[in-house]
């Protein structure tokens, strides 16, 4: 390229090209000439008139027809098109931390047109992701003029598209390369240790990874020898497609495994490869045996400039690995949280008294964490200490099978959002109305007990200590204090919602261990471990394996839950931030401890009134987030649609408005269903078309998860 002034029109960009050129200028002639017709405004229109303008400007050049087949001569000698067409998307190693740092490479760092890899290349040609618009949308008059451009004759050559010594012309050279790319990396997957040890007996032994090489092969030659429009082709080819359904149906069965056995996102990311290499092989067939050819081609390089745009994205890589394990961990999360709902009478004062018990216990952490703030220890110590006081009282609660209100809704959402599997009936949906208003009057009943029994407690033991020291558990000077700390109008509420980021931290963690404990087979591991039996003995080793999978969720979530609650106002404080926690059970014990030192004249204060508002405030608040987030966890696990989500919000309000007393406290069933008689609910949620090809959908194995998984683009 010799002029140094930016071409402002076809003709000048057509007057531009240079075929003798250097590798950097010529791959700038093609950036520059695609952002030309892209334009500045996302305009199809626009960009496909300044394409005509560019096809006559170049049947308008003189010498066009000479310059133009020397410089795609040199263009397709220096890169190759073949890896851009099985490889471009894909993940260079099937690792996903691997990819996650190369695409933070390609964030970071620029690229350089002086390159010969197609793939980089393309990323700088079609770098918006409006390209793909105007591609798709390209006119046939439009088409059949650009494929007489890349089908022109190399200078040496006799006439447009001639085959090449296989016999296949250049283009279908190229797919035929990019095909046996595609399947070899797929049948290459199929063989890892990772998948093939989680397949199931007969997707092992129907042999379909060892034997998509040999049907490629097959086909191929048919096509060499008789074209790939002949009869000969076109049977191999529906075998070759076959196989490649296989696969997919092969990979699926891994799913079953994962359900029952944990979640890898690793082995998620390489599922994931491996089925969209299967899509990847089917659409160069489509443009193999495509009837209009340049119309075939100008939709794959449509969809390759989505899935570049798609292959840049970490929140693309991380949403579509970590999907199948958030739908892993809501499940378990839902597992443990069924036992926390209260649906009839007996469940529900079964419920005040395992929450009066855990709220006792509380008052004893309570009066711990004074004496432990006695200590006067650093910053981090005294948090630590405290995180374990509070975590070792969190574990005895469940060991004693007592209840933590504030600690439910992070493992009841899920619970309540595993009943939305079928929304497509009226009646589906009032009975997940009947599971929030059993949910919301169990955090009732829990926060009760709570409240209810740590106050007492609190003030027995304060008085106790008074009784027999002759000093409450607090002086003066703290428990003003504590009163100051928990105004209503100062930063109290604004804890109690980052308190209830933490309860819902700690069931994410809780259901993370609980999968990597599962997916290590840990449990076994401990029962039947050679070196673990002698020490312990095979009956006790096998008890220990079953107690640590029955609880390993519960002693997870409670220790993490405590050490947050300790450690996270002491690393707030080391960056100057001044956070804390206010959890509302041992709020209310300060308040308790406060009371007993200040004597009922408190109760005349103002200061105290405001403290008590905020006290009966950071329950909710703690219970909204916690339960919040949770919810869209499980909403997101189980796909609920939007408009679903509607029906289920208009549902709630008439519930609220005929029979508000049902989210208090249980009522007959009778007057639930006359009160939802007449609600008004929207219709269903149009069913979804099912993604992929129509075997996958007919045929598909029918775990939860493979579901989920089937549920993400093609």
């Not at 042999?207 to 076109?234: C, I, K, M």
């Amino acid at each position: 390229m010799t002029q140094t002034t930016e071409p402002r029109s076809a003709a000048d960009w057509i007057a531009a090209l240079d075929p003798e050129a250097g590798l950097a200028q010529r791959h700038l002639w093609l950036i520059g000439l695609v952002d030309w017709l892209r334009g500045p405004t996302p305009d199809v229109p626009a960009t496909l008139r300044r394409l005509e303008q560019c096809l006559d400007a170049a049947d308008a050049s003189p010498d066009w027809a000479v310059r133009w087949p020397r410089w795609w001569q040199r263009f397709r000698d220096a890169v190759d098109l073949a890896p851009l067409l099985a490889d471009f998307g894909f993940a260079s190693k099937s690792v996903f931390l691997t990819e996650l740092g190369h695409r933070l490479r390609r964030k970071l760092l620029p690229a350089s047109p002086l390159t010969t890899d197609m793939a980089e290349l393309f990323g700088l040609v079609f770098a918006d992701p409006r390209d793909a618009r105007w591609l798709r949308a390209l006119p046939a008059r439009s088409l059949q003029r650009l494929a007489a451009w890349l089908d022109a004759p190399a200078p040496d050559a006799v006439a447009p598209g001639s085959p090449t010594p296989s016999g296949l012309s250049p283009w279908e050279q190229t797919l035929m390369d990019a095909l046996a790319f595609c399947v070899g990396q797929v049948s290459a997957a199929g063989f890892t240790p990772d998948l093939r040890v989680r397949m199931s007996p007969a997707a092992r032994a129907g042999r379909t990874f060892q034997n998509l090489p040999v049907a490629l092969e097959a086909y191929r030659q048919a096509a060499l020898a008789h074209g790939v429009a002949s009869d000969a082709a076109r049977t191999a080819e529906a075998r070759l497609r076959r196989l490649l359904d296989e696969s997919r149906h092969a990979a699926y069965t891994v799913y079953a495994h994962l359900e029952e056995h944990g979640i890898s996102v690793g082995i998620v990311f390489r599922l994931r490869q491996l089925r969209e290499r299967v899509l990847r092989a089917k659409t160069l067939l489509d443009g193999l045996h495509a009837e209009q050819r340049p119309r075939a081609t100008a939709q794959l390089l449509g969809q390759l400039v989505q899935v570049g745009r798609e292959s840049r994205s970490i929140r693309a890589l991380i949403a579509t690995s970590t999907q199948l394990t958030a739908a892993r961990v809501a499940e378990r999360s839902a597992e443990s949280g069924e036992h926390y709902i209260t649906r009839h009478w007996a469940d529900y004062r079964q419920m005040l008294l395992r929450a009066a018990g855990g709220g006792a216990v509380l008052g004893f952490t309570t009066w711990f964490k004074f004496l432990l703030g006695g200590l006067a220890l650093s910053a981090f110590w005294g948090g630590l200490t405290a995180g374990l006081n509070y975590a070792a009282a969190f574990v005895l609660i469940q060991m004693l099978h007592f209840t933590v209100a504030t600690k439910q809704p992070a493992v009841t959402a899920p619970a309540m959002v595993a009943k939305l599997k079928d929304l497509n009936s009226r009646e589906s949906v009032l009975r997940f109305v009947d599971e929030v208003a059993h949910l919301f009057r169990s955090q009732v009943a829990a926060i009760a007990g709570n409240l209810l029994a740590v106050a007492p407690m609190v003030l027995c033991l304060s008085l106790g200590l008074w009784a027999l020291t002759g000093a409450p558990m607090l002086t003066e000077a703290k428990a003003r204090g504590v009163l100051d700390a928990h105004q209503v109008f100062g930063p109290t509420l604004l804890f109690a919602a980052g308190t209830g980021l933490l309860l819902f931290a700690s069931s994410i963690v809780a259901g993370w261990v609980e999968n990597w404990f599962v997916l290590h087979k840990l449990d076994s591991a401990i029962g039947y471990n050679p070196a673990i039996t002698r020490r312990l003995g095979a009956a006790r080793a096998q008890r220990w394996g079953r107690f640590l999978r029955t609880h390993i969720s519960g002693l997870t979530a409670n220790i993490s839950l405590g050490l947050m609650l300790g450690l996270v106002p002491a690393v707030a404080g080391f960056f100057g931030l001044g956070a804390d926690v206010r959890h509302v059970t041992l709020v209310m014990g300060q308040m308790a401890a406060a009371v007993a030192t200040l004597g009922l004249g408190v109760l005349l204060e103002g200061g105290f009134w405001s403290a008590v508002l905020a006290t009966l405030l950071v329950g909710p608040i703690n219970l909204a987030v916690s339960f919040y987030l949770a919810l869209r966890l499980a909403l997101k696990a189980q796909g609920v649609s939007d408009v679903n989500r509607q029906r289920i919000q208009a549902a709630i309000r008439h519930r609220l408005r005929r029979a508000p007393w049902s989210f208090l406290w249980p009522i007959d069933a009778r007057a639930a269903q006359a009160a939802d008689a007449v609600a008004d609910i929207p219709p269903a949620d149009a069913p979804s078309e099912p993604t992929g090809d129509a075997e996958e959908a007919a045929d598909g194995p029918g775990s939860r998860l493979a579901q989920v998984e089937r549920r993400l683009p093609d």
